[in-house]
């Protein structure tokens, strides 16, 4: 069974919390990734920026909905993803506009689980990570080119 480490890409392109936004930009186009991991100084994964994150930062700002009860304002957006939404649009580090917390597969994760994952959860970038350390990156780029290698060995 083909796992993550047989097709993830090892020499991963990285930035960190705080890398400047256009910067980042810039390293997506160059390379023409959809995604950054973003690593503290000891590889850690604390991130991810991808392309949608800077496609973000061109949106309106968001106003909350409100309406009026007893002459009352009542938001029917949460203050909390109202200023998450503002800080991203405003974002000039990595680090205001990364998502925190991104899914991610071991070693050796099954190759029909990171389909899954990828296809269930909409990503294009799966950091792989070994005891909170980054060791490679899945693209669907990879995944497509496993299918073009024919059927998998068990």
Do not use: W
């Amino acid at each position: 069974m083909r796992t993550a480490q047989d097709i993830m890409t090892r020499d991963v392109i990285t930035v960190t919390p705080d890398t400047d936004i256009t910067h980042a930009t810039r390293i997506l186009l160059e390379h023409r990734i959809n995604g950054l991991p973003v690593v503290d100084d000891q590889q850690k994964l604390v991130g991810i920026v991808c392309q949608s994150d800077m496609i973000a930062q061109q949106k309106r700002i968001p106003l909350p909905s409100l309406f009026t009860l007893l002459d009352g304002y009542i938001s029917l957006t949460s203050a909390k993803q109202f200023e998450k939404e503002v800080q991203k649009i405003a974002a000039t580090r990595v680090e205001q506009a990364m998502s925190v917390g991104p899914v991610t597969v071991g070693p050796d994760t099954p190759l029909e689980e990171i389909a899954s994952l990828m296809v269930e959860k909409k990503l294009h970038t799966l950091p792989v990570v070994d005891q909170k350390k980054l060791v490679g990156i899945i693209g669907k780029e990879d995944m497509l080119r496993t299918l073009m290698s024919g059927p998998s060995e068990a």
